[in-house]
């Protein structure tokens, strides 16, 4: 590896009374790609934006290309070759993708002031198939493209110009499709590789990690708390050493299940018959009593809709959802049935934001409590407590508005509503998205204990792992069909899977 | 990776300097454009408010009054043979707020009223003269110096009446049909000796107002005729006067050599809303010698005419009848010559009347031969000639409220006024009241 | 990974606890002190410059003033917490009003247009309830298309009848006209409203729905089945209303009810009640909003300001509410 090109010195950041890093010292060389990996509130993006010039630091020093770096902006930072692609969009809705990439360079391609947009499309054309990518023309509007086609033009706009030393890329790959990842991966390692360019790698996919970068920084409450060399990644126990460094505590080493008992009862819970849904068509399913059934696929690949028509939230062309011989038609149905969903949309769709821990938990039990009408609200909080203490959630009282919470304690909110109304049926979408490690460990051990008390749960989900981990039986879904069915077993491999995916 | 676009770092730094300093521009730009319209709005409003309302302090003192000096210049009502008068407070519930009328009142209400040692306030009455309305106007206003009310609108009298038990009321330009009229609501009001009765805007009963129309009409030889109309539900006189015209033409066509044709069955109703020119298209509606508004006709009829005649749907020839008062010029000037051959108004100067009434109750001293409380007619001042019109103009003051200009001046109305006049009677008021004083003559 | 949870590490004590109470409470707090402030000034003022607010008399007429005003916005809790506005109430004021008046004086009793107007509020209760959801259209046009028939109503009634107002003939209205009774009334609404909002499934769903329609009917509620509820009970506090607006004057007229719908707006948003309804929505916003607007109605003209600037002031005092409480990153414009 080369010279050193970014140096962070002392570098400490405090939001109000939030301490976002401690002193956090960093050093990058030319070819390095840097993997930056920590929980939620680690700092690991805290600290590139304040490199890229996002945000200011509180005190602490830089040193980029041998001379003092303090970045006033992300476009002076850019300016300087340091850029940055951020994990929301960032792109500009109502122009085409042309004038997206060269926003601000509009004069190159004008005379006298008028704007040759030809010439620009053209332009745009060019450097777009210099990165590989097919589909994306310059002389669309970029509201055509999907987020992900999006995310791409993004990339592309960061690196029109030569001069960019070193690239940030922070959580950006959530956003992108398989091919994109693709694209992306393919880039970085040229740049850092061809090129004697930096990449740094923020992300919390330890997989992607571990494959793509060849260092690696954890970070841990706004502290550097461990570096692995490409060698020490390639160890068999870097997974949990990695784990142990994010979490702060030895968090044993069960994580997913490790029995690959996948008997149930035989007894139907749910069943799906014949369900046609736009392009979904003669969808069959038979879940059980005390089986998980885990869906897997890409986005869109309906797996999403499944859930949500198993639940009773879309209106089906044709075909049942049953349930104890009763048709599940509306959320409704389905909650009296004692059936839960558990929405990937958190905030959106999940939890109601404004409102308190206590009424979120107690919202689908409303029915049951209310006694000739009335709703006591000792009863209320009664098994609202009951919910807060076993899922051990963070906060000082059930009063306390669930926007305050951190995501990992709002999806065990999501999660406690349907536990406070013992339902037998569990729909849950992504359940363990955005959360912290130390929670996805107790939900992982909480879904177990459900399987073994003899619920039926329908798990869909993006991350590979956690299917093969937790799944009785997996599905995956494409285009809006089911490829392919695996049964749990210690073979299993997330790559046996991808190919069925994509 | 090569790019073979060459980009001048130099071009690509000046770039994003000026699209940095454009978009800053704009922002700045966005956000003052916005402070400023929204200051500008407020202070329109405060403007709109502030230029009408130079007139309802409530200061005794006449010298900050905008009227005219009068010729009795007393600033203090000193010169009464009585040590006790009373004072107070006296709400003139209107049912305008802007106009020739408006301003009349105001002013006249600030000469005398510092005469008289009162202050009063104006009270906006309910747009649709809905009793509630009325009723909560008065209460909102309603403090504990309040010695009387003087009305323009009949609405909820008798909720008033009985919310506020001491106070005094009289009527202005309103015939009180709530409470003379057949079931009236506030029928009640004709036994409470707290109502002082009121002066029309014109006749009462709607069977003169037709009456005067019609021979009008006769006398100017008009022979097609058609009549416009405020809504009867509103305005009850104004069917009573159409079926009166009507029955008056059909009487006169049993003996008369060339009858008068009435077109349509009753007249045409104008909801509130100028007649449309459309009117001129009906059959019926053709050739017509004159058209007789009950409304306020050079505001609600006047225009759709001059349309018409300027189109061709109407005779040149075309006159109008109607009532009420506009002070612009092109109006004024067209009276008697132009179009409207016949402008009815009932003088401005009756407010004296209730302000009268009012006052001998509140000192006390009621006329000795007032027992009932009535109606009178307002007196009509008949503008139908160019020369009546320019006296109006200038010697009346009713087209810019000049009190100089006043008939009844305060040495006159003091003559009415049992304070200053033991021996004045009610007869004499009412006959005052139906007098010339207040027709055309008095301006001649 | 959601964008607030880089600022989890929120460290608690002390002084979040009170900022957590005030960020809570923010609107509530301000439009009790709003109100607080509003006694205080008229307390002090109204005595120097003529007639003390405290008078008997002007408490009557502030009685008289708040009644209406009150019933209705206490019932139209329900309908903003949905984070609808409702178009229609004025004219519904309007027609129950003209309803009593004539079936009084048809019958005898109130109570046949009692159960008339009930019947009527249900019928538009679920016209503005459930158009909203089962058309998906914003609810608030069918309330505007419910005003618009309203109106038409009322005008054919009074141009048959030929007049512009009609009055009660025989029965005895000065029950109404009590301020003991507009009290004891108003409480006993109050009190109902605060169960039906507070401890019934009624109130919590109208609520959620008003929080995020989504969530809700996650949750297994029936959208359009609790709107119609919120809006019957809404309803019923209209008809309330309506008793009370014709009883102080026995009379109701083509204009009664006009722009009442603003004054509810007006008072249940001074109270502190979020413009797009929701969780934080609360009874007390209609009774507090409702004093105050009718304390600067009553009390404003008593320290000399001339009638017709009442509305101004009272329209920059809204206008300084509204910014400084409905400034919300979850908010959402009303439906």
Redesign the interface.
């Given at each position: 590896m080369g010279d050193v090109i970014l140096e962070i010195k002392k570098m400490h950041k405090t939001?109000g009374?939030?301490?976002?890093l401690k002193e956090v010292n960093m050093t990058l060389r030319k070819g390095e790609i840097r993997g930056l990996i920590g929980e939620?509130?680690s700092g690991k993006?805290?600290i590139m934006s304040i490199a890229s010039g996002k945000i200011p630091p509180t005190s602490g020093q830089m040193r980029y290309k041998g001379k003092e770096w303090k970045p006033t902006s992300m476009?002076e930072a850019q300016?300087h070759g340091i850029a940055m692609i951020l994990?929301?969009a960032n792109t500009i809705p109502g122009v085409t993708v042309a004038q997206n990439i060269f926003?601000?360079?509009?004069?190159?391609f004008s005379k006298f002031g008028i704007v040759d947009m030809n010439k620009m499309y053209r332009?745009a054309d060019?450097?777009i198939s210099?990165?590989g990518i097919k589909h994306i023309k310059g002389s669309n509007p970029i509201d055509i493209y999907s987020f992900e086609d999006r995310k791409l033009i993004e990339i592309v706009r960061c690196?029109?110009?030569?001069?960019v030393e070193i690239l940030v890329v922070d959580?950006t790959t959530?956003a992108l499709s398989m091919d994109g990842r693709e694209i992306l991966y393919k880039l970085i390692h040229?740049?850092a590789e061809?090129?004697d360019k930096t990449i740094v790698f923020v992300s919390?996919d330890m997989d992607e990690i571990l494959e793509h970068c060849s260092t690696l920084t954890v970070l841990r409450?706004?502290d550097v708390v461990g570096e692995l060399s490409r060698e020490e990644m390639n160890d068999v126990e870097a997974t949990q050493r990695i784990r142990y460094l994010m979490v702060g505590r030895e968090i044993g080493e069960k994580y997913y299940r490790e029995d690959y008992d996948s008997s149930h009862t035989g007894e139907l819970a749910l069943e799906m018959k014949n369900v046609t849904y736009k392009n979904i068509k003669n969808f069959n399913l038979k879940l059980h009593k005390g089986e998980i059934i885990g869906f897997g696929g890409l986005s869109g690949c309906g797996m999403r809709d499944i859930g949500r028509i198993a639940?009773g939230?879309e209106k089906i062309d044709g075909g049942e959802v049953i349930r104890h011989e009763k048709s599940i038609k509306?959320?409704?149905q389905?909650?009296?049935n004692d059936i839960g969903?558990i929405?990937k949309n958190?905030?959106?769709?999940?939890?109601?934001?404004?409102?308190?821990i206590e009424?979120n938990i107690v919202?689908?039990s409303?029915?049951s409590l209310?006694k000739k009408?009335?709703?006591?609200?000792k009863d209320e909080h009664q098994l609202a407590k009951n919910e807060i203490e076993a899922f051990s959630i963070k906060c000082?009282s059930g009063k306390?508005?669930v926007?305050?919470l951190?995501?990992g304690n709002k999806q065990k909110v999501s999660f406690a509503?349907w536990t406070a109304k013992e339902s037998d049926v569990i729909v849950m979408d992504c359940p363990t998205r955005?959360v912290d490690i130390g929670v996805k460990q107790s939900m992982y051990a909480l879904i177990e204990k459900m399987k073994r008390e003899g619920k039926a749960i329908l798990m869909i989900s993006e991350e590979l792992s956690e299917l093969v981990g937790m799944a009785d039986r997996i599905i995956i879904m494409k285009d809006y069909k089911v490829t392919k069915e695996f049964m749990r077993s210690p073979d299993l491999t997330q790559h046996d899977i991808i190919e069925y995916m994509i | 990776?090569?790019?073979?676009?060459a980009?001048m770092?130099v071009?690509?730094?000046k770039?994003?300097k000026n699209?940095?300093e454009d978009f800053i521009m704009k922002l700045l730009g966005k956000k003052l454009l916005t402070n400023v319209l929204a200051v500008l709005l407020v202070l329109t409003i405060l403007t709109a408010c502030a230029t009408e309302d130079t007139t309802t302090d409530t200061n005794t003192d006449a010298s900050d009054s905008n009227s005219q000096t009068n010729e009795s210049s007393s600033e203090e009502s000193t010169d009464t043979s009585n040590d006790e008068t009373k004072g107070g407070k006296i709400l003139f519930l209107s049912s305008n707020s802007s106009g020739a009328v408006y301003d009349f009142n105001i002013a006249f209400l600030d000469m005398w009223t510092a005469e008289l040692g009162y202050t009063y306030e104006i009270v906006y009455g309910d747009g649709s003269n809905d009793p509630a309305g009325n009723l909560q106007a008065v209460k909102n206003a309603m403090t504990n110096d309040v010695v009387g009310l003087i009305a323009m609108q009949d609405g909820g009298i008798s909720n008033i009446l009985d919310e506020y038990p001491d106070l005094y009321v009289a009527g202005l330009a309103t015939d009180m049909g709530s409470v003379y009229g057949p079931e009236g609501a506030s029928a009640s009001a004709t036994t409470n000796d707290k109502f002082l009765g009121t002066v029309a805007g014109g006749y009462a009963s709607g069977v003169d107002i037709g009456k005067m129309y019609f021979d009008d009409v006769v006398q100017k030889g008009y022979k097609k005729v058609a009549v416009a109309m405020f809504p009867g539900f509103a305005y009850p006189q104004y069917t009573i006067a159409d079926q009166t015209f009507r029955a008056e033409v059909e009487e006169y066509n049993k003996t008369a050599d060339e009858p008068i044709e009435v077109t349509g069955e009753e007249g045409t109703v104008l909801m509130f809303r100028p007649m449309d020119e459309s009117f001129f298209n009906e059959p019926e509606n053709q050739d017509l010698d004159a058209i007789v508004g009950l409304c306020a006709g050079q505001q609600f009829i006047y225009p759709a005419l001059v349309s018409a005649i300027g189109n061709g749907l109407a005779d040149p020839d075309t006159k109008l009848l109607t009532a009420g008062f506009q002070s612009d010029q092109a109006l004024i000037d067209d009276v008697g010559t132009g179009i409207v051959q016949t402008l009815y108004l009932p003088n401005y100067e009756e407010i004296f009347f209730p302000l009268a009434m009012l006052d001998n109750a509140i000192q006390g001293k009621q006329y000795p031969d007032f027992e009932q409380s009535e109606v009178l007619d307002g007196v009509y001042i008949t503008i139908s000639s160019d020369e009546i019109m320019t006296n109006i103009e200038e010697n009346s003051p009713i087209p810019n409220a000049d009190m100089s200009k006043l008939s009844v001046t305060l040495e006159k109305g003091k003559q009415f006024l049992r304070r200053y006049n033991s021996d004045a009677t009610y007869a004499e008021l009412k006959e005052f009241m139906l007098s010339d004083a207040f027709s055309e003559k008095a301006y001649e | 990974?959601?964008?607030?949870?880089?600022?989890?590490?929120?460290?608690?004590n002390d002084s979040?606890?009170f900022k957590?109470f005030w960020y809570?409470n923010k609107v509530t707090i301000i439009s009790y002190s709003g109100l607080l402030f509003c006694i205080i000034l008229f307390t002090i003022v109204t005595p120097l410059t003529g007639q003390s607010i405290w008078s008997p008399e002007k408490l009557s007429t502030l009685m008289s003033d708040v009644i209406v005003t009150a019933l209705m916005s206490v019932g139209a809790v329900f309908i903003y917490s949905l984070g609808n506005i409702d178009i229609s109430i004025g004219k519904q004021i309007g027609l129950y009003s003209t309803i009593l008046v004539l079936t009084g004086n048809a019958t005898g009793s109130l109570l046949p247009g009692i159960l008339l107007c009930i019947l009527l509020s249900i019928v538009i209760a679920v016209i503005n309830g459930a158009s909203g959801p089962v058309f998906k259209i914003i609810s608030i046009i069918p309330s505007v298309v419910v005003m618009q028939i309203l109106s038409g109503i009322i005008m054919i009634i009074y141009s048959d009848l030929g007049t512009r107002s009609i009055s009660l003939k025989t029965i005895d209205y000065s029950f109404f006209k009590s301020p003991i009774v507009m009290v004891v009334v108003l409480v006993i609404e109050i009190i109902i409203a605060v169960y039906f909002f507070n401890?019934?499934?009624i109130g919590?769903?109208t609520?959620?729905i008003g929080?995020?329609k989504?969530?809700?009917?996650?949750?297994?509620?029936?959208i359009v089945k609790y709107r119609i509820y919120a809006y019957i009970i809404a309803g019923m506090g209209f008809v309330l209303a309506a008793l009370f607006q014709m009883g102080y004057t026995g009379s109701a007229s083509d204009s009664t009810g006009t722009g009442y719908h603003m004054n509810v707006m007006i008072a249940i948003i001074l109270g502190g009640m979020p413009v797009s309804g929701?969780?934080?929505s609360r009874i007390s916003a209609a009774v507090v909003g409702a004093f105050t607007f009718s304390i600067l109605d009553v009390g404003l003209p008593l320290i000399g300001l001339p009638t017709r600037m009442t509305f101004i002031v009272k329209a920059s005092i809204f206008l300084i509410v509204v910014l400084l409480t409905s400034r919300k990153k979850?908010g959402a414009l009303p439906k």
């Amino acid at each position: 590896m080369g010279d050193v090109i970014l140096e962070i010195k002392k570098m400490h950041k405090t939001f109000g009374p939030t301490v976002a890093l401690k002193e956090v010292n960093m050093t990058l060389r030319k070819g390095e790609i840097r993997g930056l990996i920590g929980e939620n509130g680690s700092g690991k993006s805290t600290i590139m934006s304040i490199a890229s010039g996002k945000i200011p630091p509180t005190s602490g020093q830089m040193r980029y290309k041998g001379k003092e770096w303090k970045p006033t902006s992300m476009l002076e930072a850019q300016n300087h070759g340091i850029a940055m692609i951020l994990q929301e969009a960032n792109t500009i809705p109502g122009v085409t993708v042309a004038q997206n990439i060269f926003a601000g360079c509009e004069s190159r391609f004008s005379k006298f002031g008028i704007v040759d947009m030809n010439k620009m499309y053209r332009a745009a054309d060019d450097l777009i198939s210099k990165f590989g990518i097919k589909h994306i023309k310059g002389s669309n509007p970029i509201d055509i493209y999907s987020f992900e086609d999006r995310k791409l033009i993004e990339i592309v706009r960061c690196l029109m110009n030569d001069n960019v030393e070193i690239l940030v890329v922070d959580e950006t790959t959530t956003a992108l499709s398989m091919d994109g990842r693709e694209i992306l991966y393919k880039l970085i390692h040229h740049m850092a590789e061809q090129e004697d360019k930096t990449i740094v790698f923020v992300s919390h996919d330890m997989d992607e990690i571990l494959e793509h970068c060849s260092t690696l920084t954890v970070l841990r409450d706004g502290d550097v708390v461990g570096e692995l060399s490409r060698e020490e990644m390639n160890d068999v126990e870097a997974t949990q050493r990695i784990r142990y460094l994010m979490v702060g505590r030895e968090i044993g080493e069960k994580y997913y299940r490790e029995d690959y008992d996948s008997s149930h009862t035989g007894e139907l819970a749910l069943e799906m018959k014949n369900v046609t849904y736009k392009n979904i068509k003669n969808f069959n399913l038979k879940l059980h009593k005390g089986e998980i059934i885990g869906f897997g696929g890409l986005s869109g690949c309906g797996m999403r809709d499944i859930g949500r028509i198993a639940y009773g939230i879309e209106k089906i062309d044709g075909g049942e959802v049953i349930r104890h011989e009763k048709s599940i038609k509306t959320p409704l149905q389905a909650i009296t049935n004692d059936i839960g969903y558990i929405s990937k949309n958190r905030d959106s769709e999940a939890l109601l934001l404004s409102a308190t821990i206590e009424e979120n938990i107690v919202l689908p039990s409303i029915p049951s409590l209310s006694k000739k009408g009335f709703i006591s609200p000792k009863d209320e909080h009664q098994l609202a407590k009951n919910e807060i203490e076993a899922f051990s959630i963070k906060c000082h009282s059930g009063k306390q508005l669930v926007s305050t919470l951190s995501g990992g304690n709002k999806q065990k909110v999501s999660f406690a509503k349907w536990t406070a109304k013992e339902s037998d049926v569990i729909v849950m979408d992504c359940p363990t998205r955005g959360v912290d490690i130390g929670v996805k460990q107790s939900m992982y051990a909480l879904i177990e204990k459900m399987k073994r008390e003899g619920k039926a749960i329908l798990m869909i989900s993006e991350e590979l792992s956690e299917l093969v981990g937790m799944a009785d039986r997996i599905i995956i879904m494409k285009d809006y069909k089911v490829t392919k069915e695996f049964m749990r077993s210690p073979d299993l491999t997330q790559h046996d899977i991808i190919e069925y995916m994509i | 990776m090569n790019s073979d676009i060459a980009c001048m770092s130099v071009s690509y730094k000046k770039n994003m300097k000026n699209f940095k300093e454009d978009f800053i521009m704009k922002l700045l730009g966005k956000k003052l454009l916005t402070n400023v319209l929204a200051v500008l709005l407020v202070l329109t409003i405060l403007t709109a408010c502030a230029t009408e309302d130079t007139t309802t302090d409530t200061n005794t003192d006449a010298s900050d009054s905008n009227s005219q000096t009068n010729e009795s210049s007393s600033e203090e009502s000193t010169d009464t043979s009585n040590d006790e008068t009373k004072g107070g407070k006296i709400l003139f519930l209107s049912s305008n707020s802007s106009g020739a009328v408006y301003d009349f009142n105001i002013a006249f209400l600030d000469m005398w009223t510092a005469e008289l040692g009162y202050t009063y306030e104006i009270v906006y009455g309910d747009g649709s003269n809905d009793p509630a309305g009325n009723l909560q106007a008065v209460k909102n206003a309603m403090t504990n110096d309040v010695v009387g009310l003087i009305a323009m609108q009949d609405g909820g009298i008798s909720n008033i009446l009985d919310e506020y038990p001491d106070l005094y009321v009289a009527g202005l330009a309103t015939d009180m049909g709530s409470v003379y009229g057949p079931e009236g609501a506030s029928a009640s009001a004709t036994t409470n000796d707290k109502f002082l009765g009121t002066v029309a805007g014109g006749y009462a009963s709607g069977v003169d107002i037709g009456k005067m129309y019609f021979d009008d009409v006769v006398q100017k030889g008009y022979k097609k005729v058609a009549v416009a109309m405020f809504p009867g539900f509103a305005y009850p006189q104004y069917t009573i006067a159409d079926q009166t015209f009507r029955a008056e033409v059909e009487e006169y066509n049993k003996t008369a050599d060339e009858p008068i044709e009435v077109t349509g069955e009753e007249g045409t109703v104008l909801m509130f809303r100028p007649m449309d020119e459309s009117f001129f298209n009906e059959p019926e509606n053709q050739d017509l010698d004159a058209i007789v508004g009950l409304c306020a006709g050079q505001q609600f009829i006047y225009p759709a005419l001059v349309s018409a005649i300027g189109n061709g749907l109407a005779d040149p020839d075309t006159k109008l009848l109607t009532a009420g008062f506009q002070s612009d010029q092109a109006l004024i000037d067209d009276v008697g010559t132009g179009i409207v051959q016949t402008l009815y108004l009932p003088n401005y100067e009756e407010i004296f009347f209730p302000l009268a009434m009012l006052d001998n109750a509140i000192q006390g001293k009621q006329y000795p031969d007032f027992e009932q409380s009535e109606v009178l007619d307002g007196v009509y001042i008949t503008i139908s000639s160019d020369e009546i019109m320019t006296n109006i103009e200038e010697n009346s003051p009713i087209p810019n409220a000049d009190m100089s200009k006043l008939s009844v001046t305060l040495e006159k109305g003091k003559q009415f006024l049992r304070r200053y006049n033991s021996d004045a009677t009610y007869a004499e008021l009412k006959e005052f009241m139906l007098s010339d004083a207040f027709s055309e003559k008095a301006y001649e | 990974m959601d964008k607030g949870e880089n600022m989890e590490n929120i460290k608690v004590n002390d002084s979040s606890n009170f900022k957590e109470f005030w960020y809570n409470n923010k609107v509530t707090i301000i439009s009790y002190s709003g109100l607080l402030f509003c006694i205080i000034l008229f307390t002090i003022v109204t005595p120097l410059t003529g007639q003390s607010i405290w008078s008997p008399e002007k408490l009557s007429t502030l009685m008289s003033d708040v009644i209406v005003t009150a019933l209705m916005s206490v019932g139209a809790v329900f309908i903003y917490s949905l984070g609808n506005i409702d178009i229609s109430i004025g004219k519904q004021i309007g027609l129950y009003s003209t309803i009593l008046v004539l079936t009084g004086n048809a019958t005898g009793s109130l109570l046949p247009g009692i159960l008339l107007c009930i019947l009527l509020s249900i019928v538009i209760a679920v016209i503005n309830g459930a158009s909203g959801p089962v058309f998906k259209i914003i609810s608030i046009i069918p309330s505007v298309v419910v005003m618009q028939i309203l109106s038409g109503i009322i005008m054919i009634i009074y141009s048959d009848l030929g007049t512009r107002s009609i009055s009660l003939k025989t029965i005895d209205y000065s029950f109404f006209k009590s301020p003991i009774v507009m009290v004891v009334v108003l409480v006993i609404e109050i009190i109902i409203a605060v169960y039906f909002f507070n401890f019934t499934a009624i109130g919590k769903y109208t609520r959620a729905i008003g929080a995020n329609k989504t969530t809700a009917m996650q949750s297994g509620i029936s959208i359009v089945k609790y709107r119609i509820y919120a809006y019957i009970i809404a309803g019923m506090g209209f008809v309330l209303a309506a008793l009370f607006q014709m009883g102080y004057t026995g009379s109701a007229s083509d204009s009664t009810g006009t722009g009442y719908h603003m004054n509810v707006m007006i008072a249940i948003i001074l109270g502190g009640m979020p413009v797009s309804g929701g969780m934080r929505s609360r009874i007390s916003a209609a009774v507090v909003g409702a004093f105050t607007f009718s304390i600067l109605d009553v009390g404003l003209p008593l320290i000399g300001l001339p009638t017709r600037m009442t509305f101004i002031v009272k329209a920059s005092i809204f206008l300084i509410v509204v910014l400084l409480t409905s400034r919300k990153k979850y908010g959402a414009l009303p439906k």
